[in-house]
């Protein structure tokens, strides 16, 4: 009789089969293709700062478009040691406590192969950033939800103690937060840092929407809590403060017994941040003003507004987020069993594209739920409010 013929070695890895584009770009996808205004994906399509684009340039005009040094340009990474400690009273040496890193993304993913082990757990806030969750398993660490608590999204610190586990050996935390725009509290904050401080685990912190924050609210940066410096990775980025998220360009802080080993695996994924655009953000935390940044909040916190008076004339409640530029809305008035079906209606019929709420949550949860970006043009972001209104 025949052998049956032994079983191909070409195939795809282990991960693969769980493997799916995001909702956030399948949502992009769509409303690319029929022409609509996309309010799914954070694209943040604002104008560039003068300075941050004239800076960029002159460095293309220089020749300054060959590799840096992996963890970034001297200049851009004295600035950011600057930046922190201008806004955080944080001390970092440029020279082996800043990495530059090719978006926050970027940072993150050299972060967990830096310091993680495959079937590590790492504790993660939900709702979530899909990101954060899909990095982690790709590495083979293991994210463990811990939900917050609705309406505001409030940390129940009991539920946080008692997800820890032998094999928890970092704490992920996004303030201010995607999808929800939550920002911990410092009282959150401090509770977060004793369970690390109590089961000698890192922090691993992403603060790209640091600079959007509104009603008077703060941002507390976890690294300024007793204890904490030395064990907290703090990641952030120019992607949305300047409008630059094509230009893929975020940093990184952290103790300087943990930096080379993420600037390796940062050199091993990307070699560098691309680097006249390193340039162009060293530019505008040079020579922008703190009335830079206190107008970027004004500025979302009045598209926040229009937005969420459109969504209540659509039947779609939301609670006003005090952070980022995302709002979470009800959508339980829209067609569709899922929250993914909803949103396809949505797009359908209005060209304005949103993104389902189960992208954020575990499965079975978030399914009334939608999310709207704020970050955009005001024209667009007008008409998309009166498509809105029409529903």
């Not at 691993?204 to 064990?231: K, N, S, W």
Request: charged content about 20%; aromatic content about 8%.
């Amino acid at each position: 009789m025949p052998t049956a013929p032994a079983a191909s070695r070409l195939a795809l890895s282990q991960l693969a089969p769980g493997a799916l584009q995001s909702e956030i770009r399948a949502m992009t996808t769509e409303c690319d293709r029929i022409g609509g205004i996309n309010l799914a994906q954070g694209v943040c399509d604002t104008p560039v700062p003068a300075v941050v684009e004239a800076g960029a340039i002159e460095a293309i005009h220089n020749g300054d478009n060959i590799y840096t040094r992996c963890d970034g340009i001297a200049r851009l990474r004295q600035a950011i040691a600057g930046k922190q400690l201008r806004d955080y009273g944080l001390r970092y040496d440029p020279e082996n406590e800043v990495m530059v890193a090719s978006g926050a993304t970027g940072g993150l993913h050299a972060t967990v192969m830096a310091l993680l082990n495959p079937q590590d757990d790492v504790l993660l806030f939900e709702p979530f950033y899909g990101y954060h969750a899909v990095t982690l398993q790709s590495l083979r660490v293991n994210p463990i939800l811990v939900p917050l608590a609705e309406p505001d999204w409030s940390l129940d610190a009991d539920a946080l103690k008692a997800a820890v586990t032998p094999r928890t050996r970092a704490i992920l935390l996004n303030t201010p937060a995607n999808p929800s725009g939550k920002i911990f509290n410092r009282t959150e904050l401090e509770a977060v840092a004793a369970v690390c401080i109590e089961h000698d685990l890192f922090l691993i912190t992403d603060e790209i929407y640091e600079y959007f924050v509104y009603d008077g609210a703060q941002h507390v940066c976890p690294a300024t809590l007793p204890g904490m410096r030395e064990r907290t990775i703090v990641l952030s980025g120019f992607s949305k403060t300047y409008s630059v998220t094509g230009w893929r360009l975020g940093y990184a802080t952290a103790d300087a017994r943990w930096m080379p080993t993420m600037a390796h695996f940062h050199d091993l994924t990307y070699v560098c941040a691309p680097a006249p655009f390193q340039h162009g953000a060293a530019a505008g935390l040079e020579q922008l003003p703190p009335s830079f940044y206190r107008q970027l909040a004004a500025d979302h916190q009045d598209k926040r507004g229009r937005l969420l008076s459109a969504l209540e004339a659509a039947g779609m409640e939301a609670a006003e987020p005090p952070g980022a530029y995302y709002i979470l809305a009800r959508a339980a008035r829209l067609p569709g069993k899922k929250a993914a079906e909803k949103a396809r209606h949505l797009l359908a019929a209005t060209g304005v594209a949103a993104v389902a709420g189960s992208a954020f949550f575990r499965p079975g949860r978030g399914e009334d739920l939608l999310r709207f970006c704020f970050a955009k043009k005001d024209d667009e972001l007008n008409e998309a409010c009166s498509r809105l209104r029409r529903i």
